[in-house]
């Protein structure tokens, strides 16, 4: 996430609904009467939209050639015994298209076995019957063989019979095959042109692809859209302006493609013109625009453009709301979340996997772990990336044992975990410093499951034997690990080090982590903070000034906390806020009550060579410190105080929260860059251990 402004507004979080309350608690589970809130509209400005009029509507996330469009034009054309339709017995036509339907409708349920049957049974065929199940072979994984079987059985072939036996080669990564096919197919059109060229593309063979569409006969639309969208997909925009550029005809899925490329590459400008320059937006389009504002950092430009999509009446699809559901989790912004759960509500995509999906990881990430297993309990349809949201959900909360209950769980019900199921297996583990688990299924990943580990996997192995104080363990695992250590590693090896004080070990990771990247601010700050808890002043400074010779930049701190739908900033030290004489006046009322009831400063936590005094003063005025004595005042009791942090929060104010929540008797939920931490009656529930 980018530095945020002082104070932000999310469009003062103004209800993207008009009828929505934002400031009023709902019910959206199943023991809730029906919402009557659950469907508004809004009255708003949306400038830089078109009118409705001038929007299609689109559901594809692709845009390259599908290989499900080859059907035939004139069905009729061929029949097995070279007779055509119109010399047939009316009833027996009758009987063949009957036929061919339910042949078309068992492919489509994917039933090849009740395709077959019918196909057997049928007296009288037709080419299409043919293709029919033809395209039903060419979908099923690995079965080239009986494709081509079939294909060589077809009394009278024609063009769109050759065309799916091509896109079964494709689909099937037989490149070799596909070319020497393509060279004898006896006709082409422009569809078999267009096939070859997305296959080709699919498989990395841009070169070949852009030749063969240079020596097409004639292209369509879809011929640009395919090899624009392929050098999209491969990272090549340069070339794929260039061709946009060419294109007689600018297309919303060409257009679409080279918005989704300057997305991609960072360059939000020129999608965002890009975008404004189309005579049609589909929503297509627009999911992309939301998609990328999101992915660069900009949830609150997605967030807009989505309230603008809203406001004319667009309805939005499940990539729409998951989009913007994600950029409510990296806003931390939950009263926003929760307006779109209220639209969601009465909306048949309320049973979307994908969005409740979204929705369930939107309150794990904004701290709100009970309504998320609410709504995991009531989904109807849960796959594997719900089941992994969820344990990932508890993992960041330190809930080790639910995390993995519910991975037990998944076990029972014959859902097979993937590499990401284990990452947040491994991330419970860690959290809750379950070492000899975390050490099990570590194991289990490859011989049970069949699951390779990957760098995330072994640092989550390195965090958990580090902060457990297993510092010898930790190098061993780096040094048998099968692959080049990723810089996260070590940093996570450095991070143990500051917390059991292990200089020597230290300066190893550090080294290590600059060696892969000597630009990495986090090998010289948690370094210079090892020296600095153990009153190294000279080293400090050593390393400081090594930071500022390589133009090495620290990621400043900051915490933020939501108010009345406003999120206020602060840094440390901060100065800016409006507010700022009334936080300190609390603090300082805060400080006096909490050492009274035994709180003394941690000032190794003071990375300054001053004075006690002065460090006591520099603690105090930590980001989330500042952060908590507003929301005290602003936050009505009752109501938890959510705050959020870029960074780990330290120890003394881990020590300060846990004082402030036993005395002024609140709850107070902290969310930095590795977990959450829920405070309650003067303890924390991650017992200490982070």
């Known amino acids: 996430m980018k530095f945020l402004r002082r104070k932000r507004s999310l469009f003062s979080l103004v209800p993207i609904f008009s009828q929505t309350k934002h400031h009023k608690k709902h019910n959206f589970f199943s023991t809730s009467k029906s919402n009557p809130d659950a469907e508004g509209s809004t009255q708003c400005s949306a400038d830089n939209f078109p009118p409705s009029s001038s929007v299609t509507s689109g559901n594809s996330s692709t845009y390259l050639v599908p290989t499900n469009n080859l059907k035939p034009t004139m069905p009729w054309a061929k029949t097995v015994r070279s007779n055509s339709s119109e010399q047939l017995d009316p009833h027996v036509r009758d009987s063949i298209v009957s036929c061919n339907r339910m042949i078309t409708q068992y492919v489509r349920m994917g039933d090849l076995e009740s395709a077959l049957r019918v196909f057997n049974d049928m007296s009288v065929k037709t080419t299409v019957t043919w293709n029919s199940l033809l395209a039903a072979y060419s979908r099923e994984p690995g079965s080239v063989r009986d494709a081509r079987q079939l294909f060589d059985k077809i009394p009278e072939p024609d063009v769109f019979s050759y065309n799916i036996m091509l896109a079964c080669y494709l689909r099937n990564l037989d490149i070799k095959t596909a070319r020497a096919f393509f060279k004898q197919m006896p006709i082409k059109d422009t569809t078999s042109w267009n096939t070859m060229i997305t296959g080709l593309a699919e498989n990395g063979e841009m070169e070949e692809a852009r030749r063969l569409f240079s ?3 004639e292209k369509n639309i ?19 302006v260039a061709l946009f550029g060419e294109a007689p005809v600018k297309s919303e899925v060409a257009g679409t493609a080279i918005i989704s490329g300057y997305m991609k590459s960072g360059n939000v400008g020129m999608a965002k013109k890009c975008f404004e320059e189309m005579p049609m937006k589909n929503l297509v389009a627009m999911n992309s625009m939301i998609a990328g504002y999101v992915e660069n950092s900009e949830a609150e ?3 807009k453009f989505f309230k603008k999509m809203v406001a004319y009446g667009i309805k939005p699809n499940p990539s729409t709301l998951s989009s913007a559901l994600l950029g409510c989790s990296n ?4 009263s926003l979340g929760e307006q779109i759960h209220q639209f969601m509500y009465k909306s048949p995509l309320y049973h979307e996997t994908t969005v409740g999906t979204s929705l369930l990881s939107m309150y794990c990430k904004c701290g709100v772990l009970d309504d998320a297993w609410k709504l995991f309990l009531e989904m109807p349809r849960k796959d594997l990336i719900t089941w992994n949201a969820m344990i990932s959900g508890y993992a960041h909360h330190g809930a080790g044992e639910r995390a993995l209950s519910v991975f037990d769980k998944m076990k029972h019900l014959k859902i097979k975990p993937d590499w990401i199921t284990f990452v947040a297996v491994l991330s419970a583990c860690n959290h809750a410093g379950l070492v000899d688990l975390g050490l099990h299924h570590f194991h289990s990943m490859s011989k049970v499951y069949g699951v390779e580990a990957k760098p995330e996997h072994y640092t989550c192995m390195v965090d958990l034997l580090g902060r457990a104080g297993k510092l010898k363990e930790a190098v061993n695992l780096i040094e048998k690990m099968p692959f080049k250590a990723h810089p996260a590693v070590y940093g996570a090896l450095l991070g143990a080090c500051r917390i059991h004080k292990n200089l020597e070990l230290a300066e190893f990771a550090a080294k290590h982590l600059l060696d892969i990247d000597s630009n990495a601010a986090t090998g010289y700050v948690q370094l210079a903070n090892t020296y600095a808890a153990m009153r190294r002043w000279d080293q400090v400074a050593r390393v400081r000034r090594s930071m500022k010779d390589n133009r090495v930049v620290k990621t400043p701190g900051y915490s933020w906390i939501e108010i009345k739908s406003v999120v206020h900033e602060f840094r440390s030290g901060d100065r800016a806020h409006p507010e700022l004489p009334f936080i300190h006046e609390k603090l300082h009322e805060l400080e006096k009550k909490l050492k009274l009831a035994g709180y003394v400063p ?3 936590f003071a990375l300054h060579d001053v004075g006690e ?17 507003f929301g005290l005042s602003k936050v009505p009791a009752g109501l938890p105080i959510r705050v959020f942090k870029n960074l780990r929060v330290c120890g003394d104010c881990h020590s300060f929260i846990e004082y402030v929540s036993g005395i002024e008797g609140r709850e107070i939920i902290v969310r930095d860059n590795a977990r959450f931490h829920h405070f309650r009656d003067g303890c924390c529930s991650c017992g200490d251990y982070w």
């Open 222 to 240: 879809v011929s640009w859209n395919a090899i624009i969208s392929s050098y999209v997909e491969c990272g090549d925009l340069v070339s794929a």
């Open 331 to 334: 806003l931390s912004a939950l």
């Open 215 to 217: 020596s097409m006969p």
């Open 613 to 629: 005094a002065q460090k006591e003063q520099l603690l105090l005025w930590h980001s989330e410190k500042l952060a908590i004595a």
């Open 301 to 303: 430009e997605g967030l």
């Open 602 to 604: 941690d000032l190794e």
